[in-house]
């Protein structure tokens, strides 16, 4: 009696246990597919914003405060100057540029448009 519910046991437990499995996998490719996949993305993007930045760019600081890119010290430093004072001048973090915007890109956008009237 006692050999036949521990065998009856044992099916329904294999059973929860490759549903245990399932949902345990389920969740992985759910972390996966909303975490961990677009924060690689995310880096993708942040380094090629590091690899194209160049002296005479304009850019965004994650603060708010645009400038212009004078001089790229080493990997992760760069000098920045900000307003029209020319006196102010920033080392800071490449960590800390939101956006890059080439140098003499406007201006080209401006002669398209001026051409296409």
Known sequence: MFLAEGTG???SGGGSAMMTILIIVLWLAVFYFMLIRPQKKQQKQRDELNRSM???D???T???FYGTLLDIV???TVIV???NNKN???PMHKNAIAEVEKAGSAVVKDEE???EK
Do not use: N, Q
């Open 9 to 11: 046991g044992g099916a």
């Open 54 to 56: 160049e002296p005479g």
């Open 58 to 60: 304009s850019i965004m």
């Open 62 to 64: 994650t603060g708010g």
């Open 74 to 76: 080493d990997d992760t």
């Open 81 to 83: 100057e900000f307003g």
């Open 88 to 90: 102010c001048r920033i």
């Open 113 to 115: 448009e001026e051409e």
